[in-house]
């Protein structure tokens, strides 16, 4: 990227700013209130001669406060080699030979981070993920957030210059191998459970029963609160899946909706017979999130004092911790010394709670990666 700072401002406000640019291109970062103005956007950029590349969130992180207005802009210094692929194919294989098939041509002898954004509607993203690291192993590093809106319908979320695109992944090849940094701060508590069930990113049946029934008890017994289908989002985001490693890493996945049939869908897939453990959603301790965050930034990125921190926070995150979720961006902005945070809210999260690890989808995880200065 480039000496020019990452830009917020009113979306109308972008042909001026393309004018004092000399960046020869951007990513730009929208919240859903201002969909209607990718044609605007997209017409500033190419009339100003500039390549573009950007995507729609919920909202935008601007330093320590959430923004449903406006958009973000960062200027690269020079363009990194992109991809926006539309209407991904259903089957995680075919869908990662066609992102292979885009990005391989792309790669070089330098080390990459391959950085995508999908749009959270697609059900199938950690099989896609699991699918394109056996293409591409370690040839890149893997790092991303999903897009598009918090109440989950479909929308076109991802657009270049000319195009607007649903289901589908953008996907740039950053300079270096670093991925990005993540954090969710969960614990996993003793007790485990198993999906028994499982069709993508919904769970069936848990220990051989309605999976919804099963949380409901699970929930009612260990936190004293009554869930039902009209007060779910709003209390499941407090009351998370943790997906149980190999390795004892802890994968969030969050229940969003409950199906008529009993299911439950969550952000993220879940594999048949995975073993499931009931969170709660950490109190805040912000000041400990920041400075795992911090450290792990000043050992893969050299720190990230007076850069701007390109910050992804996750929305159900948000949901749990609400106007504490902005203290939490505070800390993270005093720990590492950033210039400012920018970014946005996202639907899940890409990349390894370890440094070099393998790349995974998550939930409720904070993604962090320095702009160079």
């Known amino acids: 990227m480039t000496t020019e700072q990452a830009c917020y401002g009113p979306t109308g406000g972008l042909a001026e700013l393309l004018q004092r640019s000399s960046a020869p291109g951007a990513l ?9 103005r990718v044609s605007a956007i997209q017409r500033a950029f190419r009339q100003a001669g500039r390549r573009l590349v950007g995507a729609i969130f919920p909202a935008l992180v601007d330093g320590a406060a ?42 070089t002898a330098e080390p990459l981070t391959l950085f995508m954004v999908f749009d959270a509607t697609i059900p199938n ?35 270049d210059s000319g195009k ?4 589908g992944v953008l996907c740039l090849l950053l300079p270096g191998p670093q991925g990005a940094a993540l954090d969710h701060g969960y614990l996993a508590p003793p007790m485990v459970i198993s999906a028994t069930a499982t069709d993508g990113n919904r769970i069936l049946s848990i220990d051989w029963r309605p999976a919804f ?18 007060n779910f989002y709003r209390c499941a985001t407090h009351f998370p899946f943790g997906l149980l490693l190999a390795n ?3 994968i969030v996945r969050i229940p969003v909706a409950v199906e008529p049939d009993g299911s439950l869908h969550c952000i993220g897939e879940v594999p048949p017979n995975a073993m499931l453990t009931l969170l709660r ?23 990230a004092a007076g850069r701007d921190l390109v910050t992804f926070y996750c929305a159900g995150r948000r949901a749990h911790l609400g106007a504490d979720a902005v203290e939490e961006l505070a800390c993270l902005a005093r720990a590492t010394g950033a210039r400012q945070l920018a970014g946005a809210l996202s639907l899940g999260e890409i990349g390894s709670l ?20």
């Open 281 to 303: 959603a950490p109190d805040l301790n912000a000041a400990q999130t920041a400075r795992r965050l911090a450290e792990r930034l000043r050992t893969d990125f050299g720190g």
């Open 164 to 167: 607007l695109v649903g289901g």
């Open 354 to 373: 370890s440094s070099w690890g393998y790349p995974l989808f998550h939930n409720a995880t904070l993604v962090c990666r320095p702009r160079l200065p």
């Open 28 to 36: 730009v970062l929208l919240p859903e209130g201002e969909a209607g």
């Open 248 to 250: 004892d890493e802890v």
């Open 213 to 230: 029934a099963v949380y409901q008890e699970q929930v009612r017994s260990l936190y004293g609160v009554e869930l039902t289908s009209e």
């Open 66 to 107: 959430f923004r449903e207005q406006g958009c973000w802009v960062l200027p690269f210094e020079s363009m990194p080699p992109a991809a926006l692929l539309g209407d991904l194919p259903g089957g995680a294989e075919q869908a990662a030979a066609k992102i292979a098939a885009a990005v391989e041509p792309l790669l």
């Open 125 to 159: 993203i950690g099989s896609i993920l699991d699918a394109l690291y056996l293409r591409l192993a370690d040839r890149v590093a893997y790092a991303g957030v999903n897009a598009g809106s918090e109440t989950f319908r479909p929308m076109p979320c991802l657009f």
